[in-house]
């Protein structure tokens, strides 16, 4: 599929974008855990936390639609799954299948958990090493670097482990399978990641000690919890930027998570000089929200790189796009991790905007943008990318003339609504 998209008179008006992912997988696995039944309200009806639900459902949890809004009630299983009768499918959700791993590492059966082409190219051999040393089975191809993952559960034990790159991913599958040890595990950090594992398992009675980037999770049995979840901060980047961008830009963008270890995309856009705000501050369910206020603003190139990549890893593609209207060159350094997500986003990403006009070096570990101040429209390809294909839809609501996205379908994994929202602005 593709889509057209050319640039409005303006991009003045309110938005609502879907529930955070991250919260979304965290809140349907760790409830599934628990003892007690729970509501999730707010759930973002993507192909990625569609995924989880479908293989929470295939290992015997029971789980139920409660309205039409697609709120779910979770019927916990205190830990105790059921072997699945076929394989696990995670489709394209890496979170699906790391943090699925920690969950069946303490099970007293055997489990596989596959998914499509995407997803079999991302590395896994990061979780499958804690969880050996831990005493599960788990093996996968490539020489245990690959899916799909074979996982044979057993009686597991705590451990002390570094991470080799901040990653909330495979930080939470160890957690997860650090409930069910028979001892305490401590997990060193490298630098601040998302900590939305953390922060639910505090509101689910689980004791985890932080200290620094230290953590300490000790076993114990999950309470189960009602939970409506915030905006997804990553979804709402792409608004961020094209408000940025866009010459007459005022948007307000609802009820946006704003924790801590995800707020890197607002940290790098003020420090371009955005005229980014924040509202009605408060929290739900542990994690901090907002409403987030964007007007046009006149941008600065900057350096970005170090602590601050893990916290904005989802958003350099669209961050990309915000550096080629400011003035002066943008660095993004230390970002080697883009290169095995769903695409390769430093090489696609550069590949594309150049097809724009842009004026983007591509680096081993990122990319360099002499800001234009200006993009031109062209025909661009998703790479069945999602964050690709919003980026560069972002890029064609800001740009000349009019640009056309090839692969434009792969939305559906994270803002099947996304589409529809931008031709509110550009039909008007």
């Known amino acids: 599929m593709h889509q057209l998209v050319n640039r409005p008179k303006s991009l003045i008006g309110k938005v609502d974008v879907p529930g955070d992912k991250s919260i979304a997988h965290r809140a349907l696995i760790l409830n599934s855990l628990a003892k007690g039944i729970s509501i999730v309200r707010g759930l973002p009806v993507g192909e990625d ?38 394989n696990l499918d995670a489709r394209n959700s890496g979170t699906t299948m790391r943090l699925l791993s920690g969950a069946l590492a303490s099970q007293s059966f055997t489990s596989v958990i596959t998914g499509d082409y995407s997803l079999l190219s991302r590395p896994m051999d990061r979780i499958i090493k804690p969880l050996n040393l831990m005493g599960a089975c788990v093996s996968g191809a490539m020489e245990d670097s690959l899916p799909p993952i074979t996982i044979k559960g057993g009686d597991l034990h705590g451990i002390e482990y570094t991470l080799p790159v901040a990653s909330a991913q495979v930080k939470s599958c160890i957690m997860l399978a650090a409930l069910r040890a028979s001892t305490p595990t401590i997990i060193h950090q490298p630098a601040l990641s998302r900590d939305h594992t953390e922060r639910m398992l505090d509101s689910m009675g689980a004791k985890v000690i932080r200290r620094g980037f230290q953590l300490e999770i000790f076993p114990g ?83 970005i790189g170090g602590d601050l990549i893990p916290r904005l890893i989802d958003e350099i593609p669209v961050l990309a796009v915000a550096a080629c209207f400011a003035k002066g060159t943008t660095v993004i350094k230390d970002a080697s991790e883009l ?69 434009s379908d792969a939305v559906g994994v994270s803002y099947p609504q996304f589409w529809d929202q931008i031709d509110l602005f550009t039909k008007e």
């Open 221 to 303: 049995v999950l309470k189960s919890f009602d939970l409506s979840i915030p905006g997804d901060i990553s979804a709402a980047s792409f608004w961020m930027v094209a408000g940025i961008c866009h010459a007459n830009a005022q948007l307000k963008i609802n009820n946006i998570g704003i924790n801590p270890g995800r707020i890197g995309i607002i940290e790098a856009l003020k420090s371009m000089g955005a005229n980014l705000f924040l509202e009605k501050q408060h929290v739900e369910a542990g994690e901090p929200c907002a409403d987030i206020l964007i007007e046009s603003s006149s941008l600065v190139g900057v350096e």
């Open 339 to 407: 290169r095995v997500k769903e695409s390769d986003r430093i090489s696609t990403i550069v590949r594309e905007l150049t097809k724009m006009g842009a004026s983007i070096e591509e680096r081993s570990d990122g990319m360099v943008i002499h800001g234009k101040g200006k993009l031109e429209g062209a025909e661009v390809g998703s790479y069945g990318d999602h964050r690709l294909a919003m980026a560069l839809g972002v890029a064609g609501l800001v740009a000349d003339n009019d640009t056309i996205i090839d692969g």
């Open 49 to 86: 936390v569609k995924a989880t639900e479908l293989c929470l459902k295939d290992l015997g949890v029971r789980i139920e639609k409660v309205n039409s809004s697609g709120d779910l009630r979770i019927y916990g299983s205190e830990g105790a799954l059921r072997k699945s009768l076929g």
